[in-house]
């Protein structure tokens, strides 16, 4: 089985599991790719990223079958099962049959859902997924329960030269301050240095696509992160992401430069400069800023 873009491939995976779209949010660089739909994005300044790994997260298993199980529908879209680490349950990923489940560039389908709990048993054992259906499994990440809060759905209609079936279908994606917010998060988990340089670039690209809505983002960041629990995960956020793009030599900077330039090498196209990128991210981190400000003098007034 093979593709002739990352584009084709995402909407067979989005049509092999469109029973579950209901109860997925398509995550990760994809997530990105489809925000260039949205009516509230502006018109891209910066090449995407392309991506070749589909991420579909869910709230938590077990969930529900569908009309057809996820391994049945797998199976018939022609994915093969490659089970990962000696985990117990192991970690999952689906890959078209027939390809090498190490080749570089490789297209995969990966299910997630929130790490709840200690992320170790007892025995002392990493916890690294959990059993969403019989013979599938989805890996536990840690805040991936903010892409799940008031998530958008973007229309597949606006890709380029998809099947006419698939232009009706509808994906759930993160809403974008979550996301930023996500990536800032996860940033400093273990486990994360190889792809740490494309989250910070993924940051940039979403700043950029709504630059003309930073305002309202950051206003339903600070709404949606408001209890408790969140607070904490709210502090953390603003002192990481003030760290990471405090300068146009900050590592979030830095590593979204390198990552961007890169991507567009031999393209003719002008990667964004440090400065430009300090500039772009800071836009969002100091409308989040401003709101925080706002919502403390609000809770002080009542």
């Avoid at 690294?128 to 019989?134: F, L």
């Avoid at 599938?136 to 840690?142: C, E």
């Avoid at 030599?249 to 991507?263: P, S």
């Avoid at 393209?267 to 925080?292: H, N, Y």
Wanted: glycine share 8%; charged share 20%; proline share 8%.
């Amino acid at each position: 089985m093979e593709f002739s873009s990352p584009d084709e491939f995402l909407v067979h995976v989005l049509r092999s599991f469109h029973p579950y779209l209901g109860t997925f949010v398509l995550v990760g660089g994809f997530a990105v790719r489809l925000y260039e739909l949205h009516a509230r994005a502006a018109a891209p300044t910066v090449r995407l990223l392309r991506t070749f790994d589909a991420d579909l997260a869910a709230p938590g298993g077990p969930i529900p079958i569908a009309g057809h199980s996820l391994a049945t529908l797998a199976e018939a879209a022609g994915f093969q099962f490659d089970f990962r680490g000696d985990g117990r349950p192991p970690a999952m990923k689906l890959v078209p049959k027939g390809m090498k489940t190490s080749a570089p560039d490789q297209y995969t389908v990966e299910f997630l859902i929130p790490m709840t709990g200690a992320p170790a048993s007892r025995r002392g054992n990493v916890v690294v997924a959990s059993d969403i259906q019989a013979g599938v499994t989805a890996q536990r990440l840690r805040y991936l329960d903010l892409l799940l809060d008031s998530p958008w759905s973007v229309p597949l209609a606006g890709l380029p030269g998809i099947p006419e079936d698939a232009q009706r279908i509808m994906v759930r994606v993160p809403h974008p301050g979550f996301f930023i917010v996500q990536k800032v998060l996860i940033s400093v988990e273990p486990g994360r240095r190889e792809k740490r340089p494309k989250d910070m670039a993924y940051i940039y690209q979403v700043v950029s696509l709504f630059r003309n809505d930073l305002a309202q983002l950051a206003q339903d960041v600070c709404a949606g992160m408001a209890g408790p629990a969140r607070k904490k995960w709210l502090r953390r956020f603003g002192d990481l992401s003030a760290s990471l793009f405090k300068s146009p030599t900050a590592a979030g900077v830095t590593e979204t430069r390198d990552t961007l330039q890169a991507e567009m090498a031999g393209t003719g196209l002008d990667a964004p400069t440090a400065d430009m990128i300090c500039r772009g991210v800071s836009l969002f981190l100091k409308e989040f800023q401003r709101e925080g400000r706002v919502s403390r003098r609000r809770r002080a007034s009542v």
